[in-house]
């Protein structure tokens, strides 16, 4: 009996001391957090995270990036501290050494699993190691260059639909609506072997996927704190209860979301579907196909019935990854391209050179190779600017499931003049990262930073850029981010941009005439200032006369 009280006590000590050492060790990691510079929050309550996340947060999210250093304390609700990183150490730390420690919030994994299914982004661990094993091959540099004749055609009749339409003289045109339609035929012809918009008429081909997918993400944005509560509201009830409850729920932008899942994945199933009849059907069949075979679903299904049994992937996953494709494919690269024309309509001077590069190349005609279009120094230098200085996509949190430090490229000057050589981060802390912030940090590019320069890539980066070891997967940027959880089609998007880009300024002018504001969303999108909430952005366009 003695012997088993003196165990108890014992083990009661072990326990006070282990609780009281935890409790110190949060401590210290709350003071250093609460001692970080950042901007002030009008609301306990409320905080200002939100400012970040919302539409209209453009303004704020550069105050953050450019005002407080590489580290930036932010204000969740009730009082909770948000992190936003953008020191090139740190975020190594996040993205590389321990990408496996920082991971997306719940609230986000969910979220990816309910609009698309069991996929890459909405995956951890091993299940997300099967998926990009099987996925990796089909965005390589060898695949892309076999898909470029494809990009070609399709390009070349978005050029005859907008040459038809200002043959007569220059035009208004929404060229986010034309960058949108190529993109989603891109992504149906090149990812899924099916054509989602001839691109033969003026009229836009009514297509329900293309109209689903261009409501999803301002009908997202419309519903965010609804989606940070998505871990509690999934585990009430059996599903049928959930979808019942989603069915008769009295919001619009919910609804919304609810039929653009539903008209992806009925659609996502069809196109599977065909492949797989055709695919078993042999060679002829595949042939008739949009693709012929060499989209990348229709490589996936081959590779993934080769598989091991340890490395297949079952049916349902593969078609989360066409609704994935496809929607990760649209938006971000169209959005991009629209920026991009903006820019040059803005830098005439930019654009007349790159058009100069262009017609003596000859990659508007599509007699150019993929390697030689991927070194055209101007184009190239155009498309790395832009995503350096405005990447399309801002809104990316990491979360560490233990306690964890991050160590620090420079120090942090604190509140209270305290030197912060790394910061301890508590497990579940929410940690921002610092995309624009790192892309545009003076003390690596220089005091004009925040200029777009396309020329600064046709020299070489500033020493500072590649000692700082920046773990993005793409040219010292981390618009892509990096590491096992970097996108996986930035060759796609890359590609894209510049067989666009090397046809239509081949062929057009562009200038800008009215005020455009971007907004913050998944992937920013534009709009035309005092023009209601339409995502658009028009210029005058015209046919280019040498």
């Not at 965010?224 to 049928?240: A, C, D, F, T, Y």
Request: aromatic content about 8%; charged content about 25%.
């Amino acid at each position: 009996m003695a012997t088993l009280i003196v165990l108890l006590y014992g083990l009661l000590a072990f326990g006070t001391v282990w609780l009281v050492r935890r409790q110190s060790k949060n401590h210290d990691a709350h003071r250093v957090m609460r001692n970080i510079p950042g901007p002030p929050s009008r609301s306990w309550m409320k905080g200002n995270i939100m400012q970040y996340f919302t539409r209209h947060g453009r303004a704020f999210q550069r105050d953050v990036a450019l005002n407080y250093g590489p580290v930036v304390r932010l204000q969740g609700p009730l009082g909770r501290k948000i992190l936003y990183v953008s020191d090139p150490k740190a975020l190594h730390t996040i993205i590389i050494k321990e990408e496996n420690v920082f991971e997306e919030p719940e609230s986000t994994l969910i979220t990816f699993n309910l609009l698309f299914g069991d996929c890459l982004v909405g995956s951890l661990g091993e299940n997300h190691r099967r998926q990009r094993k099987l996925l990796n091959p089909v965005f390589s540099v060898n695949h892309m260059r076999h898909m470029l004749p494809m990009f070609y055609n399709v390009i070349f009749k978005l050029r005859e639909v907008v040459m038809a339409k200002v043959r007569g003289g220059e035009k208004e045109i929404d060229v986010l609506e034309w960058t949108g339609r190529a993109a989603l035929e891109l992504i149906g012809q090149g990812g899924l072997g099916y054509s989602f918009d001839p691109l033969v008429s003026d009229k836009e081909a009514r297509n329900e996927y293309g109209d689903a997918l261009k409501a999803m993400l301002p009908a997202l944005m419309n519903i965010e704190s609804l989606r940070q509560i998505l871990p509690h509201l999934v585990k009430m009830g059996p599903k049928w209860f959930r979808r019942l409850a989603t069915d008769i729920f009295p919001n619009a932008h919910v609804q919304t979301v609810k039929h653009v899942v539903d008209t992806m994945s009925k659609r996502s199933q069809e196109i599977f579907h065909e492949k797989k009849a055709a695919l078993k059907s042999g060679d002829e069949a595949v042939l008739r196909q949009v693709g012929e075979g060499k989209d990348i679903m229709s490589i996936l299904l081959r590779a993934n019935t080769a598989a091991s049994d340890a490395d297949k992937l079952p049916e349902s996953q593969m078609v989360a990854q066409m609704s994935l494709l496809v929607f990760a494919a649209t938006d971000t690269t169209s959005n991009t391209l629209a920026h991009i024309l903006q820019l040059l309509a803005e830098h005439s001077n930019v654009q007349s050179k790159l058009r100069e590069e262009l017609l003596q190349s000859g990659a508007g005609t599509g007699n150019t190779s993929y390697d030689e279009l991927m070194k055209l120094p101007l184009l190239d230098a155009v498309c790395r600017e832009t995503l350096r200085v405005h990447p399309p996509a801002t809104l990316l949190v990491r979360v560490p499931r233990k306690d964890s430090i991050l160590p620090l490229s420079e120090p942090v000057i604190g509140l209270d003049g305290t030197i912060i050589k790394d910061v301890p981060v508590p497990e579940g802390t929410e940690i921002v990262i610092g995309v624009f912030g790192s892309n545009v940090n003076k003390s690596l590019w220089g005091e004009d930073a925040l200029e777009w320069k396309p020329e600064r890539w046709l020299s070489p980066l500033p020493r500072a850029v590649n000692d700082a070891s920046i773990p993005g997967v793409y040219s010292n940027l981390m618009t892509f981010l990096g590491g096992k959880r970097a996108c996986i089609g930035f060759k796609f998007s890359e590609m894209e941009m510049k067989v666009v880009l090397a046809v239509m300024v081949s062929n057009f002018v562009f200038e800008l005439e009215k005020e455009i504001e971007w907004n913050v969303a998944g992937v920013d999108y534009p709009t035309v200032v005092w023009d209601g909430d339409r995502p658009q952005l028009p210029l005058k366009v015209r046919v280019y006369k040498s």
